[in-house]
């Protein structure tokens, strides 16, 4: 790995693995939600138009879940380094719960949405949303009883890709933390950043399906290799 003095620029992608210690479900883990539910049924268009009930009761549950979760050392230790790095960083997260804003992190973007904000098709506008959608309350903005969850599915389009490809095109390491490599475009990242002359380091609880794409990988809870991880980066 490179002298870590040299490095200036930093993109990190987070995934549900970050979060798991905090007690939030991953996805793809035995047990995981796409365990539980259906994909197609719960995290599509097509699903939400077919069954519009299940899917807003599916998202109130997991909504209300994330208010009673804290953030845990991972986060807090990214939010250090997003405070104390004193070149570019951006922390790209999939996931949609606010525990790397609620550890103090700043320099945050979620690429599939979040939970705690709803956004109505009628008027395209997102508004800070923690009660349930399943009532159908009105949009606070243009009062159309469209509000949905604000939640990239399947087969729709991931949030800011510009910002993200702009940062990856500068960095000059990326790290991925708690993600299976599943799921595209995020799953990309790592090999655009390779191509692009970044270093690039996976710390993760188990290898992901791009793993051998990193030039390091190191293997055990967030909770732990994060909080490492960050002090070599502030030493
Ligand atoms: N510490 C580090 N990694 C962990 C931990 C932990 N404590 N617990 C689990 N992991 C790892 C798992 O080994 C797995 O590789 O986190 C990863 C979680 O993978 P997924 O459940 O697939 O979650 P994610 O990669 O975020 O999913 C991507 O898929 O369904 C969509 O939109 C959803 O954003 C999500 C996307």
Known sequence: MRDMGQIRNI???????????????TFRSEGGLWEQHRVEDVATPEGFARDPDLVLRFYDMR??????????????????????????????????DDLHERAGAKRVLHMHGEHLTAWCPSCD???????????????????A???RPDVVWFGEM????????????????FVSIGTSGAVYPAAGF???????????LELNLERSQGS?????TRLGPASELVPQWTQEMLR
């Open 145 to 147: 009883r469209t509000l």
């Open 11 to 25: 993109v990190i992608l987070t995934g549900a693995g970050i979060s798991a210690e905090s007690g939030i479900d």
């Open 212 to 216: 051998s794409m990193f030039h390091e």
């Open 63 to 96: 909504r209300a879940a994330i208010q009673t979760k804290q953030p845990n050392p991972a986060h807090y230790a990214l939010a250090r380094l997003d405070n104390e790095w004193p070149g570019e960083l951006l922390i790209v997260t999939q996931n949609v």
């Open 125 to 143: 506008i997102r508004s800070p949303w923690r009660a349930p959608l399943m009532d159908r309350p009105p949009c606070p903005v243009c009062q």
């Open 190 to 200: 790592v090999q655009n950043a390779v191509e692009l002359g970044a270093e690039t």
């Open 158 to 173: 991931p949030y800011r890709m510009g910002e993200i490809y702009a940062a990856l095109r500068t960095c000059d390491l």
